[in-house]
């Protein structure tokens, strides 16, 4: 069953903006879309409006991702698909979405622009935040419309691949699956975008803002089948993705580049297994969580002492204590194995 039978029926009947790009059209003389005729950057193109899903890069990526180009939708980083996703689905005052807490706030603050109730599935860090998927499901109703489940979830760093299946079966004709996989890269678990071809209700969320370190390019996708990416494009502003950070993104995925972020994912991995051995048991930590993302979250003695420590030293922190069931916690990111010495030594000297 497609799922556009629960998305906002005004907008699967709209006509999308019929932008200049979007027609596929091109001409050695182009006077179609209002532009500068001038390329002042000499075959950079800038005065010129991008291609709105440029199909190199969608085809890049979707190898990368091992889907087709038609299940993929690019777009400004992840947080620009959370945002279409709530907006193509949820009628503002009517509708809900459920979501894991804690997790990544940008759920929460997308369903709240948009009107719509965000119901927090609590995670017990005592548990080490485990899922308990039928109190979940329990929280769904006939008026949600998608529920958002983080893997690796941040801050926690839990993984909850192996319940992705079931969920989304269990959720199947209701409600739409949102795995966010933006730390996926640091896990050594298969991508939930293998799973998008037999769920129709499945929409997975990578990015390169993490792993691929362009956090700055702002380039994200949706995974999932194609008449949700096909929804999703057509509600999309018309031109997404600037483009330098196109250019950005296709060096990006370049052979030695993509070679170069496996080595330093796996560098990552190695030092957040060094640093969550240095940290745990030592004076003043009372828990480090295992984390499958290139970070970690910690519950100090005293995590104001602890975050002011570190600031004093010059490296700053996730201060996660005043959010429900974080008390005491902070998040740290994984960096390079200079700025986790650094962090080490800082918390190592607050303990004498
Ligand atoms: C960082 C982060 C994102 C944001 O990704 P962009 O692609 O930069 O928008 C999305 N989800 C989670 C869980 C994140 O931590």
Not at 112 to 136: I, P
Not at 296 to 318: E, N, S, T, Y
Request: glycine share 8%; with cysteine; aromatic share 6%.
């Amino acid at each position: 069953m497609s799922m556009l039978a629960r998305a906002r029926a005004e907008l699967v009947a709209l006509t999308p903006y019929p932008s200049a790009r979007r027609s596929g059209l091109l001409a050695p003389i182009r006077l179609d879309a209002n532009e500068s005729p001038w390329d002042d950057d000499a075959g950079g193109m800038l005065n010129r409006y991008p291609d709105p899903q440029p199909p190199l890069l969608r085809e890049r990526l979707a190898a990368l991702y091992g889907v087709t180009a038609p299940q993929l939708w690019l777009g400004r980083g992840s947080d620009e698909a959370i945002d279409l996703l709530l907006r193509a689905f949820c009628r503002a005052g009517c509708d809900n979405v459920v979501g894991l807490a804690p997790s990544f706030g940008m759920y929460r603050i997308g369903a709240t622009v948009q009107g719509v109730e965000f119901r927090a599935h609590a995670l017990a860090a005592a548990d080490g935040f485990a899922l308990d998927a039928g109190a979940l499901l329990a929280q769904v109703d006939a008026a949600t419309k998608l529920v958002f489940l983080c893997s690796p979830n941040n801050p926690s760093g839990t993984l909850y691949h192996a319940q992705i299946a079931d969920l989304a079966r269990a959720l199947a004709g209701r409600a739409v699956l949102v795995v966010d996989e933006a730390y996926i890269e640091f896990a050594d678990v298969p991508s939930a975008a293998a799973l998008v071809a037999a769920h129709a209700n499945l929409a997975v969320l990578r990015t390169l803002s993490k792993a691929h370190g362009l956090a700055g390019a702002r380039v994200g996708a949706l995974i999932a089948q194609a008449d949700i990416v096909d929804l999703v494009a057509r509600i999309a502003p018309p031109y997404p993705l600037p483009t330098p950070s196109v250019a950005a993104a296709l060096a990006a995925l370049e052979p030695p580049a993509l070679a170069r972020t496996r080595e330093r994912c796996a560098l990552l991995v190695r030092e957040r297994e060094r640093v969550r051995e240095a940290l745990a048991g030592g004076d003043g930590i009372e828990r480090v969580w295992p984390s499958a993302g290139n970070f970690l979250l910690l519950r100090c003695a005293d995590a104001a002492a602890g975050f002011a420590r570190l600031l004093a030293a010059g490296i700053l922190v996730r201060d996660f204590s005043s959010q429900p069931g974080l008390d005491a916690c902070l998040r740290v990111s994984i960096g390079t194995r200079e700025h986790n010495d650094a962090l080490l030594a800082a918390l190592a000297r607050g303990r004498r």
